[in-house]
């Protein structure tokens, strides 16, 4: 017998007979930090299977895995949500959350931008500074640092992200918004050090004798 998602090919049918009907009046917001699909080729396996090291037959194995559950999950909610931009978030979390939940999806970048107030504080900025553990390809689905450049943009200032590192694809950004993306780390470098060095290697990027006045906002 198979585990885990690979068991979900083995899906027939899904009971929600014992599923909460108070759930049925609430309100359900996801703030999601990509708009990828659940299947397919930007699906939830073939994107991040693929940063877990998962083999091009595994990737294959696990989307009709999960196609096999959208299937199922069509013929006990009347829809079909698997293409749903933000469905493939988390793994496909998000998917369940639309199609039981009846989920209303933001951006989370816009939400915690306005819970902060992000857009009032950008006023008047020289420059923005945003950043990500990793920048490639994936960043344009929606993450955190194209919705802080596009606030940027708003306000007439260069956005710049500092990364931990710049993956394939990430040159795209230079099209959505992104000024200048660096990479902290430099040279070889163990993940325990890159993390227990960050301070310096922000430092070393941030030079106090840039003539701007930096105020660090945090989301």
């Known amino acids: 017998m198979q585990s885990g998602d690979l068991a979900l090919s083995a899906l027939v049918s899904i009971d929600l007979a014992g599923m909460d009907p108070r759930l049925q009046s609430v309100c359900f917001e996801v703030a999601a930090d990509v708009d ?8 939830a396996s073939h994107t991040f299977g ?13 989307d ?6 959208a299937d199922c999950c069509a013929n006990v909610v009347d829809r079909d ?19 039981f939940l009846r989920a ?5 970048v816009d939400v915690v931008a306005e819970l902060v107030g992000l857009s ?27 919705g802080v ?9 260069p956005a710049v992200i500092l990364a931990g590192t ?8 230079y099209e959505h918004g992104i000024d200048a993306a660096f990479a902290l780390v430099s040279g070889p470098m163990s993940l325990a050090d890159a993390c227990s060095q960050t301070p310096r290697l922000l430092l070393r990027e941030i030079s106090p004798g840039s003539g701007l006045n930096l105020q660090i906002t945090s989301l």
């Open 36 to 43: 990828n699909p659940l299947c397919g080729p930007h699906g």
């Open 50 to 62: 693929r940063q877990k090291d998962a083999t091009p037959e595994q990737l294959l194995l696990l």
């Open 64 to 69: 009709t895995a999960l196609s096999r559950f």
């Open 81 to 99: 949500c698997r293409n749903v931009a933000g469905v493939g978030a988390a793994g496909g979390m998000g998917f369940a959350a639309l199609a």
């Open 104 to 108: 209303e999806f933001r951006p989370d």
């Open 120 to 146: 009032e504080k950008v006023k008047g900025a020289e420059l923005v500074i945003t950043g990500e553990g990793r920048c490639d390809a994936l960043t344009l689905r929606g993450k955190t640092p194209i």
């Open 149 to 157: 450049a596009r606030i940027a943009r708003e306000h007439g200032a």
């Open 166 to 173: 710049l993956g394939e694809g990430y040159e795209a950004l």
